[in-house]
């Protein structure tokens, strides 16, 4: 074997050497739905289950968790909770950790959250989002001015804007004392308003107004259960036992 060859073999195994050890560059790929990633050089995409993107690689686990981490900071950067996040605007999920593991392959695995993870967030503990008067809202607005104005936006059953649903859920979730405005439309035609507070008490403001009539109650709890068809139902309840009746306010999916 001439020198020449031993050269290329040896400067060969050199750069592949360094690929697997050594932190490289980050690269976009594409899952099984047509979502882009920001993820390491020279890792494929294997699964998305339970809120965790699944990426296989020949690299070792400190070299992707090197890249992993240029990879997040290429998202926008917000704290809240306690916690640290990556949001991913184009994807609307929120990036929360990354896990190597394994050798030949090594496993990493994007940890994530739908929506915004710190929409809303505040220090100020009495709410997350100042309401107008219920009564003042145009009832004519169309859907498409609703949406602009970050309020919740159903068509029937549609949400138009599904990434405002999921970052109010996720705060009610959380126990932040916030509100959030559901417009509930036919159309074009607005059918009901519905304003939701979650109140330091742990417990639900709703005021509903159809046309000039306005209700408001207080319920002990609610609930979005999603069905077998993705589609969630928005319910209170006048109690806090497991054989409390449900009240429906509305249903919600993609």
């Not at 976009?28 to 965790?52: C, L």
């Not at 915004?116 to 169309?142: F, H, K, R, S, Y």
């Not at 709703?206 to 139902?233: C, F, H, M, W």
Request: proline share 3%; aromatic share 12%; glycine share 6%.
């Amino acid at each position: 074997m001439n020198r020449k060859v031993i050269r290329t073999v040896c400067t060969a195994a050199v750069i592949v050497i360094a690929l697997y050890f050594m932190p490289f560059i980050t690269v976009k790929t594409t899952d099984s739905t047509g979502r882009t990633w920001r993820v390491p050089f020279g890792v494929s995409f294997r699964a998305d289950e339970n809120n965790t993107l699944t990426f296989s690689s020949i690299r070792s686990a400190y070299a992707l968790g090197k890249d992993a981490d240029n990879a997040f900071h290429s998202y926008e950067e917000s704290k809240c909770y306690g916690r640290t996040y990556y949001y991913d605007a184009d994807n609307d999920v929120s990036l929360v950790s990354h896990e190597e593991s394994g050798i030949l392959p090594t496993r990493l695995r994007y940890v994530y959250e739908e929506g915004n993870a710190c929409a809303g967030w505040t220090l100020d503990d009495e709410i997350a989002w100042p309401l107008g008067e219920i009564t003042e809202v145009n009832w004519q607005m169309t859907p498409a001015e609703a949406t602009e104005k970050g309020w919740i936006t159903v068509d029937g059953e549609k949400a138009l804007n599904m990434p405002a649903y999921n970052d109010f859920s996720r705060l009610m979730k959380q126990g932040v004392y916030s509100a959030q405005r559901v417009m509930l439309y036919s159309g074009e035609n607005l059918q009901k308003i519905i304003d939701i507070q979650l109140l330091e008490s742990g417990r639900f403001r709703i005021v509903q107004r159809t046309g000039d009539q306005v209700t408001e109650e207080i319920y002990a709890r609610l609930s979005d259960q999603e069905d077998e068809n993705g589609v969630k139902e928005v319910c209170v309840y006048n109690g806090s036992f497991k054989e409390e009746v449900p009240i429906l306010l509305f249903r919600i999916g993609k």
